[in-house]
């Protein structure tokens, strides 16, 4: 069974190895990469790629890869991430910025949310926000999720918690 989802504008499918260019250009870039710990190599890349590819092997979900449906460019990665550990699942977003202001961050996360619900039995949507990133906190609130709590990262960071219930999505 192959999934995808389509919304207006874009298409999210599970990536796979031919998404590297993309996947890759993300980590390359310095703005998108602010809040992830900054720019890193195609080399990492590939490890993020692979790592996302096998949640799906293992866990049945993940980061989607999300192209624009027109023109079949690659836009960024969107979805359930679910590491070990139920407290630490979250559906997250990561657009390349020549995509950004265009509104496909929040088209894409409103979609992963509900298929999170609709086909994971999530009761709860979860979004860990660094507290700078303005825009992806503007995100959360565009697709219903509301500021919960703060928390500290494993990393000791600060990290805000946003959030939505099934019920009132």
Not at 5 to 15: H, I, N, S, V
Not at 88 to 107: D, N, Q, S
Not at 118 to 144: C, K
Request: hydrophobic share 45%.
């Amino acid at each position: 069974m192959t999934i995808e989802l389509r919304t207006a504008r874009l298409r999210l499918r599970p990536p796979v190895e031919g998404d590297l260019d993309g996947w890759a250009a993300f980590d390359a870039d310095p703005q998108a990469m602010r809040f992830f710990g900054g720019p890193k190599s195609r080399d990492i890349a590939w490890d993020g790629l692979a790592l996302a590819a096998g949640m799906w092997a293992l866990r049945g979900c993940g980061l989607f890869s999300v192209f624009e449906a027109e023109s079949g460019r690659w836009v960024g990665r969107v979805g359930p991430w679910v590491p070990e550990g139920p407290e630490r699942a979250e559906v997250g977003w990561a657009i390349l910025p020549v995509f950004w202001g265009r509104g496909y961050a929040t088209e894409a996360a409103a979609a992963a949310v509900d298929w999170t619900f609709a086909h994971l039995g999530w009761t709860e949507a979860r979004h860990r926000i660094d507290p700078g990133n303005s825009a992806s906190i503007a995100v959360a609130q565009r697709i219903g999720s509301r500021w919960m709590r703060t928390e500290t990262s494993p990393d000791g960071q600060a990290v805000e918690i946003y959030g939505q219930l099934r019920r009132d999505a």
